[in-house]
């Protein structure tokens, strides 16, 4: 069945920081692909997504592309803010579900 | 766009109790919805999902006679989570989606259930 593997966190960045969470994914077929935030006590909310190979999905200063040779979904953004503090998601879209990484959080600090 | 509500954002009660959630699409017609779980620092765990007007799929390992799904309408599917104790306390969230793909699926804000 389909899978996910996201990078452990926590990550820790000062602002301005430039920020990469690794993501790779195993599935039948060409999943769509998804990247959720989630801030403290809140439920979760689209980021970015990207449905084909080689599409970039982009949001906030936040980018990942769809790298079919290598499986992989990587979110980057250039400059981190303290309001990125939250956990993020990689979702790899399976026979209509989202498979969820484990959840990478990221703390920015001033 | 893409709304979804979910009612109550807390609970408390105590053990035996059954806690009903409603989750609500409000600006649009949600033909799938989705139940999750979430535990202290970890990921989601699907429970069910739930297409209107047909009885709740539920994922191996999930109790259906324990956590009753509802999905009546377009735009309110409801868990109620039938004579609680503690260990059912947990983050539950929900989510919607236009149609049977789930793509893509927008969330409710979660609710905490805390049985004591």
């Known amino acids: 069945g389909n899978s996910v593997t996201q990078m452990e966190g926590p990550v820790t960045l000062s602002e301005e920081a430039f920020l990469t969470i690794n993501c790779t994914y195993t599935a039948t077929g060409y999943p769509s692909l998804f990247w959720y935030v989630q801030y403290p006590g809140e439920g979760l909310q689209l980021l970015l997504k990207a449905t084909k190979a080689d599409d970039k999905g982009s949001n906030k200063g936040f980018e990942a592309t769809y790298r079919k040779e290598t499986t992989s979904f990587h979110l980057e953004k250039g400059s981190v803010q303290v309001s990125d503090s939250a956990v993020y998601f990689c979702a790899p879209s399976g026979y209509n579900k989202l498979i969820f990484g484990a959840g990478t959080r990221l703390a920015v600090h001033p | 766009g893409a709304v979804v509500s979910q009612h109550p954002s807390r609970v408390i009660c105590k053990s035996g109790t059954s806690v009903k959630i409603e989750c609500r699409s409000l600006?649009?017609?949600?033909?799938?919805m989705f139940w999750y779980r979430q535990f202290p620092k970890q990921s989601l765990m699907l429970m069910a999902t739930s297409n209107e007007g047909s009885k709740a799929t539920y994922e191996q390992g999930v109790e259906k006679d324990k956590f009753l799904i509802n999905h009546a309408s377009l735009t309110l599917s409801t868990l109620t989570v039938t004579s609680a104790h503690p260990e059912d306390s947990s983050f539950y969230i929900c989510?919607?989606?236009?149609?049977?793909?789930?793509?893509?699926?927008?969330f409710g804000d979660g609710t905490r259930l805390s049985i004591l």
């Open positions: 989510s919607a989606s236009r149609d049977r793909t789930a793509q893509p699926q927008h």
């Open positions: 600006d649009f017609q949600a033909t799938t």
